[in-house]
């Protein structure tokens, strides 16, 4: 019994980094229709700043915020230079290439600014484990677990309750409407890449001292948080929160009940499966063309 | 012809005229071919390598060269794609000539190149780990790190003074932990030694947690193996302390470097590994005959880049080194005597051990190179 409970609380951790990144996504997606594949990137960026700020001595809380404001003013940067000036013209195809472009770039200056070795910080609250009727989870987790549930619940009354939400659906809905109805579509772009970076920043944070990270890390956080959007349907936060949850359980559970060989397989299989018979993923808009 | 046809004519055979004066006969030079994992996720190989042989390098060229001829170092980085390597193999064969090569820092790259080398008949001075490089012989192929073999034989060995017989093994899929899995599959029932659970991971997998609950609760075990390099180990460690499992951990000596122990973090306490002398340089008896090599290569190389010195870059050192060694035994810049020499490296003193070299024999170590390691308060300690 133990043993179930275990792989549950290890498929939460790992849910939760997935989850995590997967809300990056929502944002950048929600207002413009682009999958932002940058966006393990920020991730990225926001786990090595703070690990060679903490290195040089700043103290971790101050390091983490440095690097989560160093990050979004990454994403501002991407979008001025690499976004903007395709004038919205251009169509999601091209800005999705863009963002993987970008996302080579900066995996690149990342080797060059900082190193190519693998590194950690020191967890929030120690790593002494949880235990809970036989199992263990890390206090580290139940951050993670915390910091999705928390950006979840911020994303959700952002896109549903909020003005500056609601511009940003506008302006993925139609640009030209959005701009005829006063919402400023430049500002909202701008917006839209920054928060995606805090997101990510935020997620990095706080997933580094489970997962290390190093250089490359982007890639395979941003590949399984990409499913985990896709799975729960890209552009809703409660999808992202629920096909991270549900891929880190799907993992655990396959590694422990059946082989630790196949636990991407199965992952991915879940995934297809999914999208074929609901292509918008779980709780994905339905998208209506006026014909 | 007209002036302006004139002209032209005349600037071309003025260029043509520059270039012919400007190329000199070249210096006699012998060319060294490598290319090595400098970037990418084996670059804790690879960059301390480089970095090695192009000190070592620089050295040799202050004390007058090899058999009085300075050494050209052509270095390309693989980032242990096996296709990149591949395409530079053939280029340092094809387009840079070289005399030797000393490449492939991990077996994955190496394997591709192998045929490239064969083919040429050009000496080859492996940097990788898996047993395969060596074993069938290769002519043309050597190697100097231990093999993951040998690695799996010093930890049987250990754990059979121990009194362990049932072991679990949690496997990174790599090369590396692929390739060691293997061969501890095949060498435990020779130290009385069952393997009561087989587990892997993916080497970029962030909780290990399930596969270590499926081992510590299969019955009667008593230690648990991880072959594998890079992040992984060091998040096994780290489950294995969360999950409270007490039967001990053994890794391989793919961690055997400083950065595993600050990133596994007190996890890592108490953990045996098998590893070259030069990560206790220190602690050797000054009695042991190592103790100069391995001394001496770190003070050298922590002085030229100011990095702490890696066993992986001492595996550069003594490829370099036997090298050398085998180019003034020939006497001459032609491979197959270059081949036939380093094929007769005995009794040679390196990072890694002692090594004697024969036809059979492209690696020349023995067990005894290998010390076992223990971990005590984040620092190596040797276990008697």
Request: charged share 15%; proline share 4%.
């Amino acid at each position: 019994m133990s043993e179930l409970l275990q792989f549950l609380l290890s498929g939460l951790t790992v849910g939760a980094v997935y989850a995590l990144v997967a809300l990056g996504f929502t944002i950048i997606y929600n207002a413009s229709g682009v999958v932002n594949f940058a966006q393990g990137e920020f991730v990225m960026i926001g786990g090595m700043t703070t690990v060679f700020l903490f290195d040089a001595g700043v103290p971790l809380f101050a390091a983490a915020v440095v690097a989560i404001i160093v990050t979004m003013l990454v994403g501002l940067a991407l979008e001025k230079l690499a976004v903007e000036p395709t004038r919205g013209e251009a169509s999601v195809v091209t800005l999705i290439i863009i963002t993987i472009g970008a996302s080579i770039f900066l995996r690149g200056v990342a080797q060059v600014v900082f190193d190519k070795q693998i590194h950690r910080f020191p967890s929030f609250s120690g790593d002494e484990p949880i235990v809970i009727g036989g199992a263990t989870i890390l206090p580290q987790s139940l951050w993670v677990i915390g910091g999705a549930a928390a950006i979840f619940a911020g994303l959700y009354f952002f896109f549903s309750r909020s003005l500056l939400g609601k511009a940003v659906l506008a302006t993925a809905n139609n640009r030209l409407a959005a701009k005829l109805v006063g919402i400023n579509t430049i500002f909202v772009m701008a917006f839209s890449f920054a928060m995606s970076a805090a997101i990510g920043a935020i997620a990095g944070v706080l997933v580094t001292p489970i997962t290390l990270t190093s250089y490359d890390a982007g890639i395979a956080l941003a590949l399984k948080g990409f499913a985990a959007a896709m799975l729960g349907g890209m552009g809703s936060p409660l999808g992202a929160l629920v096909g991270g949850l549900l891929m880190g359980q799907i993992e655990a559970m396959t590694a422990g009940y059946i082989s630790s060989e196949y636990k991407d397989a199965a992952a991915f299989i879940v995934i297809l499966a999914v999208l074929f018979v609901m292509p918008r993923g779980i709780f994905g808009r339905r998208t209506i063309d006026r014909v | 012809m007209k002036p302006m046809h004139c002209m032209r004519a005349a600037a071309l055979v003025a260029a043509a005229a520059a270039v012919a004066a400007l190329v000199s006969p070249a210096a006699a030079q012998i060319k060294i071919g490598s290319t090595l994992a400098q970037t990418g996720g084996a670059s804790f190989l690879g960059d301390p390598e480089a970095k090695t042989l192009k000190m070592l390098v620089d050295e040799q060229n202050a004390k007058g060269g090899v058999i009085g001829q300075q050494i050209e170092l052509v270095m390309y980085d693989d980032g242990a794609d096996p296709n990149k390597a591949r395409t530079f193999a053939t280029r340092l064969v094809e387009d840079d000539e070289v005399t030797a090569v000393i490449a492939g820092s991990t077996t994955g790259a190496t394997m591709a190149m192998i045929p490239v080398f064969e083919e040429a008949q050009i000496p080859f001075i492996s940097l990788a780990g898996a047993v395969v490089i060596i074993d069938p012989v290769k002519t043309w192929v050597f190697k100097t790190p231990h093999t993951d073999a040998m690695a799996c034989a010093k930890i049987f060995e250990d754990m059979q003074a121990r009194g362990i017989a049932k072991v679990g093994m949690i496997s990174g899929t790599g090369g590396f932990g692929k390739s060691m899995r293997g061969q501890c599959l095949k060498l435990a029932p020779q130290y009385g030694v069952e393997i009561v659970a087989d587990e892997t991971y993916g080497p970029k997998d962030a909780d290990m947690t399930p596969q270590l609950t499926k081992i510590a609760a299969t019955a009667g075990l008593q230690a648990v193996l991880n072959p594998g390099f890079g992040q992984g180990p060091a998040i096994v460690t780290r489950n294995f302390r969360q999950l409270g499992i007490k039967v001990p951990l053994y890794e391989s000596h793919g961690v055997a470097s400083k950065s595993y122990i600050k990133l596994a973090g007190e996890a890592a306490n108490g953990v045996r590994l098998p590893a070259a002398a030069l990560l206790i340089a220190d602690k050797l008896p000054d009695s042991d005959p190592q103790k100069p090599v391995v001394v001496g290569y770190r003070d050298a190389y922590e002085k030229a880049t100011g990095d702490p010195v890696s066993t992986f870059g001492g595996h550069a050192y003594d490829a370099f080194h036997m090298l050398i060694g085998a180019i003034e035994r020939a006497g001459s810049t032609d491979p197959a005597a270059i081949r036939d020499q380093i094929e007769q490296t005995k009794g040679f003193m390196g990072t890694a051990g002692e090594v004697n070299m024969s036809p059979t024999d492209h690696l020349g170590l023995n067990l005894s190179a290998f010390r076992m390691l223990e971990i005590k308060d984040g620092d190596w300690t040797i276990v008697k």
